[in-house]
């Protein structure tokens, strides 16, 4: 059974830096593309990053390159996005998730296969 865990939001000044983490569980993130989207109430979910098996590849939505950076710990089977200069705009909450294909990385939902519960994370001006 996958298992997807995520951690480290909070609320923080415009300006900051916060590292979340998805522990998972049930599925070796070494072999498997992760992704990050992050949600804000009455929207549809939106495509943060992404990194493929054995990180080969790396894909940032515009907003957020330049600023975020997927990483993961094989070791501790988990998947981070540390995320800096932090803006009111990334206030949502933020999924991680297992893409169905290992390589080719898609910013479609449709393409994840199984979904942490999110956490929540609010960036004040």
């Known amino acids: 059974q996958v298992q997807l865990v995520e951690s480290g939001g909070g609320s923080i000044q415009a300006g900051a830096s916060l590292r979340l983490s998805c522990a998972a569980s049930g599925v070796t993130v070494s072999r498997n593309a992760m992704g990050w989207f992050r949600q804000v109430p009455g929207k549809e979910r939106e495509f943060v990053a992404a990194?493929?098996?054995?990180?080969?590849?790396?894909i940032y939505a515009d907003s957020v390159r330049g600023r975020f950076l997927i990483s993961r710990d094989n070791a501790a089977n988990t998947v981070y996005l540390q995320m800096n200069s932090l803006e009111p705009e990334d206030t949502a909450i933020y999924y991680c998730a297992v893409q169905r294909d290992p390589v080719i990385l898609s910013k479609s939902a449709s393409r994840y296969d199984y979904w942490g519960q999110g956490t929540q994370v609010t960036v004040s001006s």
């Open positions: 990194v493929s098996s054995h990180d080969r590849y790396t």
